[in-house]
């Protein structure tokens, strides 16, 4: 994992702060299981929208043996141990590997797969060995264990560069472009992204491991019960043979619970829904209701915040300055995580104000956001008013009111207009930053489809749609300017 990450800083500050007691999941009667949505096979979103992979598969038996209902819930991957931690989700079930660091912060079952941390490279690439990566560039995935291992390994002492891509289909597309000499990957994701789309024709796994490690299940610290209950039914799906039908649907071999090499290269293709367009559907929806709430209360919030920074009491002018600094001083990244993860472990106040509602904690965050900039162009837009006409209307026997709202605001819109409409346009891109929170959206979605499909395409679509939303925004804007005539 990047430790340098601010997540990473997050989850060391928030781990330090909690003083909550454990929360045990096997009493619920709904078990959340966390998952990165851009590992297939062992857990993706499909095209059709649905959760799908071997780990989805052995879950829903686990806990249907558990008689437990199971929820599956997308998290981002860097902030696993803070979902588990916070009792956000109950259980890791997705390509999780065993190492020392994770079993510090982590419960973890027994290991049901063996996997390898393998090199690949183009097909036709001189290197085949382990030492004809010296002096070269490899790619890794963000926050995994081949990241790790690699630094580890003897051999990262001779390399070039590593650079850190957020998913493994950046990492082959580094490798096909040659931006890259060659990525470590898990060697059963690999081999399972080899034999779709012809990519076993572009692409070779080197025969050197750089290591190998173990998929296991995690929970919170402390469930030993629900642990306990997860590695019985895990026996159990064994023994009946269960895991055997899940491997070799995904795979064409059972390789649950076996320390052989896994195998699939010559393996049929999984029959997938080929259909994307429900997906992009699904996240452009959320996209767009994210955008039309924050604009519908960012903006009156912002214009309300710019009156009581001009005209409000002493107190009132530095409450306001110091939230609008705040909100400027930070990114907006950090602001989504500390909302969703923070709250409840600010002393006094978490016991009151926290969040479980993801898409809720992410609007808040963004309306708080939107507001502050709102607020300084709206105040931008006051202070452009010459002072003389405010004279002229007390003159004229204007109530404050009336002068604002017949006078001040119509000068002050048509003034404001151009920055609103700039900072709108921002807010449509910026709404892909929501899933730092585990909600699903356009991009996010975008990447799940390239990750299912191994095809890159999908990007240019997803761009296309933000171009035509910022220039139906920009459109929108225009006209109305030009119908301004005062």
């Known amino acids: 994992m ?26 619920k009667t709904e078990i959340v299981v966390g998952l990165d949505v851009n590992l297939p096979p062992m857990g993706f979103i499909d095209p059709s929208g649905n959760v799908a992979g071997f780990d989805i598969d052995l879950a829903k038996e686990v806990f249907r043996g ?94 070039n560069s590593i650079v850190e891509l957020e998913n493994m289909v950046e990492c082959l597309n580094e490798v096909d472009s040659k931006i890259s000499d060659g990525a470590v990957v898990d060697e059963i994701i690999a081999r399972y992204y080899l034999k779709k789309e012809s990519l076993h024709n572009k692409f070779k796994i080197l025969n050197e491991e750089i290591s190998s490690e173990y998929y296991v299940i995690a929970v919170k610290k402390g469930n030993e019960n629900l642990k306990n209950k997860i590695e019985e039914q895990l026996n159990l799906l064994s023994d009946n043979k269960k895991a055997a039908q899940i491997s070799e649907k995904w795979f064409s071999e059972n390789i649950f619970f076996r320390p052989e090499e896994a195998n699939i290269e010559n393996a049929d293709n999984i029959s997938q829904n080929k259909n994307v367009f429900p997906l992009f559907i699904n996240g452009l929806s959320n996209t767009l ?58 002393p006094f106040i978490g016991n009151y104000i926290s969040f479980k509602d993801r898409f809720l904690a992410g609007t808040v965050a963004f309306i708080l956001n939107y507001a ?31 002068a604002l709202y017949k006078i001040l605001i ?77």
């Open 2 to 27: 990047k430790c340098k990450s601010i997540k990473s800083l997050l989850l060391i500050f928030l781990m330090f702060l909690s003083f909550n007691s454990v929360c045990f999941a096997s009493d």
């Open 66 to 159: 558990m008689n437990k209902n199971v929820k599956f819930q997308p998290i981002d991957w860097d902030s696993k141990e803070l979902e588990l931690d916070s009792g956000n989700i109950d259980v890791i079930c997705n390509g999780l590997s065993k190492t020392p660091e994770r079993e510090k912060t982590m419960l973890l079952t027994k290991p049901y797969m063996k996997n390898k941390q393998v090199v690949i490279t183009k097909k036709d690439s001189p290197i085949n060995t382990l030492s004809d990566l010296e002096n070269k560039n490899i790619c890794v995935q963000k926050g995994s264990t081949g990241s790790q291992a690699l630094r580890k390994h003897e051999i990262s002492k001779n390399l």
């Open 289 to 346: 209701v994210l955008f039309i709430i924050v604009i519908i209360a960012s903006l009156p919030l912002g214009f309300l915040i710019c009156l009581g920074r001009i005209y409000g009491c002493k107190f009132i002018k530095l409450s306001i300055g110091l939230y609008i600094n705040i909100m400027r001083g930070t990114p907006l990244l950090l602001q989504l995580l500390f909302i969703f993860y923070g709250l409840p472990y600010v």
């Open 372 to 402: 502050a900039y709102f607020a300084e162009i709206f105040r931008g837009g006051v202070l452009s008013v010459d002072k003389g006409q405010i004279e002229a209307c007390k003159v004229l026997g204007f109530s404050k009111i009336q």
């Open 410 to 486: 119509p000068q002050i819109f048509k003034v404001v207009l151009p920055s609103i409409c700039n900072e709108t346009v921002t807010l449509v891109k910026d709404t892909s930053l929501i899933y730092s929170i585990g909600v699903v959206e356009l991009l996010s979605n975008t990447k799940n489809i390239v990750n299912s499909t191994a095809n890159v395409f999908p990007y240019i679509i997803a761009g296309l749609i933000y171009f035509l939303a910022c220039y139906f925004v920009t459109w929108i804007f225009r006209k109305f300017e030009k119908s301004i005539s005062f």
